[in-house]
């Protein structure tokens, strides 16, 4: 029997990507329109963002322990969060939570290592680029990385939080990223992570300078194979 699985929703976009990518690619474990079974619940965004505002990352956790313990009412096996930034709060979660977790920047560590990059560059809100979450799980496995400048980090959140959670998708937040990758990629970088779970939305191995890591399908995928084992 296929595990369950359980997603810890943060924002409506990043969360529908992630959902949609199980549904569709679980076709490949299960066959033709086959997919696990899923469950997501997800808190207010506004909940999150106070939180986050506020630098409570224990508030953050509390949000997600709620959901978690929902979810795992719900029968779910294991959960995921397809968001990127409110992963600063797992030291706070793995503790209390009723059931373990598959790590976003574990999972995009673990592929950056299977396609041979060494460099990694950062994009994504400025609370995730100013932490530690993706630094932490490179640097374990030997992998270099860099981060967005401040200028590049405000506005970068800004297109975020402004418009790809809004579902607001435009031309020059691509060229934007588009100018911030190739940027990275003279300073090094062979791959840049796509960090924010609505990023992928907009940028991809297509239009992006960069060979590109695409945190939200890559747990999708994670969360696909654990469910099929």
């Not at 673990?110 to 990059?117: I, P």
């Not at 100013?130 to 640097?139: I, T």
């Amino acid at each position: 029997m296929a595990g369950h699985i359980g997603i810890v929703g943060c924002s409506a976009e990043g969360a529908a990507l992630c959902y949609r990518t199980i549904c569709v690619e679980g076709a490949e474990f299960f066959g033709p329109h086959g997919h696990p079974e899923v469950s997501l619940h997800t808190h207010s965004l506004a909940d999150y963002v106070a939180a986050l505002d506020a630098g409570d990352i224990e508030a953050v956790g509390r949000l997600m322990l709620s959901s978690a313990e929902k979810l795992a009412k719900a029968g779910a096996d294991f959960l995921i969060c397809p968001d990127n930034t409110i992963h600063q709060a797992m030291s706070h979660v793995l503790p209390r939570s009723p059931l373990p977790w598959l790590h976003i920047a574990e999972v995009v560590a673990e592929e950056a290592v299977r396609r041979g990059f060494s460099r990694i560059g950062l994009t994504g809100t400025t609370w995730l680029v100013e932490s530690e979450v993706y630094p932490e799980k490179l640097s374990a496995r030997g992998l270099d990385y860099l981060r967005p400048s401040a200028e590049e980090r405000g506005e970068i959140g800004r297109i975020i939080m402004e418009e790809l959670v809004r579902s607001r998708f435009t031309p020059e937040a691509v060229v934007y990223l588009q100018r911030v990758m190739a940027r990275m990629g003279r300073a090094g970088c062979d791959a840049v992570v796509l960090g924010c779970t609505e990023i992928p939305l907009i940028m991809n191995d297509g239009n992006s300078p960069l060979p590109t890591l695409d945190s939200t399908r890559l747990l999708a995928r994670a969360a696909l194979r654990r469910a099929a084992a």
